[in-house]
């Protein structure tokens, strides 16, 4: 597959995002391939400054991924109602009806696939929720609008 058959949205570097950490990766927070936007992970982090929100509560570091997964489809040229598939990762298995139960608002009667996995911890300390989703281009999203949740 060469470049010009996928756009790379919102691309960054991990020495900008963790300079904490010894990393130089290229990285990008969503591919548009063939029709389908895969995304990055997205955590309670405002995409513009990097500054994590939330810090100690699951439902406000789960509204801002949503947040984030919502406004980078309709920079794909998605929305939320397109989402076929999506995977949360949390620290802690208590923090499972808080998450689902936000998640659930903004995909009320998308019906994705879903797996759900208790992990021991994401790439920073403060982060308590990570969700991933993948999505399709729908004709009725033209590029740059989002829906409502």
Known sequence: MTESTHVRLRKFNTKDTYPEQNLDNDLCQAVVANGVVYLRGQIGQDLETRESVGIGDVVAQTEQAMQNIEMLLGEAG?????????????????YREDVYRTMGKYLKGVYPVSTGIVVQALARPEWLVEIDATAVISSQAPLGETSAA
């Open 78 to 94: 998605s929305r939320l109602a397109d989402i076929v598939k999506v995977t949360v990762y949390i620290i802690d298995p208590r």
